[in-house]
């Protein structure tokens, strides 16, 4: 068996967070090697629920321009990386905005 890792929770008690695997155990964990390889959800995923895409959806088909035939790409941007000068949100909006113009019913979600 691993080594217990514990830490003191807001009540001051110590708790068990989690156990260090041997290396023989790590070794021998075919079910966690495989896990790792599964698509985790992302932020957007695991708090944006289905309903409230589709609700959106409706309502823009409905109110402002219909949606048949259309498609929509999601750009995930994440704007942590240090470098460089300016917004990467805003040239990623820019240039999603000249790619719409050169292909009708294609939009970009950044």
């Known amino acids: 068996m691993g080594t217990k890792i514990v830490q003191h929770n807001i009540f001051g008690e110590m708790e068990e967070i989690r156990t260090k695997k041997t290396r023989k155990e790590v070794f021998e964990d075919y079910d966690g090697f495989v ?36 498609r929509v790409v999601r750009i995930w941007n994440v704007d942590t990386f240090e470098g460089g000068k300016g917004s990467r949100t805003s040239f990623l909006k820019k240039i999603a905005r000249r790619v719409e113009k050169k292909n009708a019913g294609v939009y970009y979600m950044i």
């Open 35 to 70: 896990n790792k390889f599964k698509p985790k959800l992302t932020t957007d995923d695991c708090y944006t629920p289905q309903y409230v895409y589709d609700v959106i959806r409706d309502l823009v088909d409905e109110n402002v321009i219909p949606l048949e035939g259309k």
